[in-house]
């Protein structure tokens, strides 16, 4: 099963008169969707977009796999446990927050910038924070702790790829426009694959899509 989620189809948030945008995939802060909570392990898939001098205060997170992958500009990270890094275009951030942790994001560069921020949840609650930035990362991200896997997919224009034959995928395409099943995607696109086989993604433009490749624990504990 295939379900396709339209950019415009997502619930806007952020505060554009801060300088923030954000686009959610899944229900988040004020916005609650009891048909749309989750997907696997995905709590959330957001689309950032920061101004010249925007950011996000200092807030906390706790039990939650924050992984952020910078699509255009420059991400500033500080944390409580003591991280502080720039994040560039093409870069990852893992933030484990655990058992609790406070973190400030914003954009202190020139130009603007655009991230997505994903959600999961974790297979244990608890522990300590941590932090990781992959700079340069190839095709995947192994997340043990919410038993997923990240592939990045860059594509040129005619180039296929195979979807992960796995009990959950998510589909979110970060630029150009790929086919899937039949259906063209877009910047800000996204699909949830259910036992889909494997099907491929086949780029009509040169494309950037990011995948989650996640188990379904219903089936385990059930």
Known sequence: MIRIQRAAERYPG???????????????????DPDN????????CNEERLAPGAGFDEHPHSHTEIVTWVVEG?????????????????????????????????NDAGVPLTFVQMWLAPLAPGGEPSYEVVRGLGDAYELPAADARLHVRRLGPG?????????????????????????????????RLT????????????????????????????
């Open 14 to 32: 952020g505060d554009p008169a801060a300088g923030i945008e954000t686009r959610h995939a899944l229900s988040f802060g004020p916005y609650y």
């Open 159 to 191: 180039d296929s790829t195979a979807v992960p034959d796995a009990d959950l995928v998510y589909v979110h395409v970060v630029r150009g426009t790929v086919r899937l099943d039949g259906e063209e995607l877009g910047p800000g696109d996204a699909a």
């Open 74 to 106: 420059e991400l500033t990270h500080h944390d409580t446990a003591g991280h502080g890094t720039v994040v560039r275009a093409g870069d990852l951030q893992r933030l484990s927050s655990a058992g609790g942790v406070r973190h400030v994001e914003r």
């Open 195 to 222: 036992d889909a086989g494997g099907p491929e993604l086949l780029a009509a433009a040169a494309a950037e899509v990011l995948v989650w490749e996640m188990r379904d624990w219903r089936r385990a504990l059930g």
């Open 37 to 44: 909570l989750r997907f696997g392990a995905l709590l959330a």
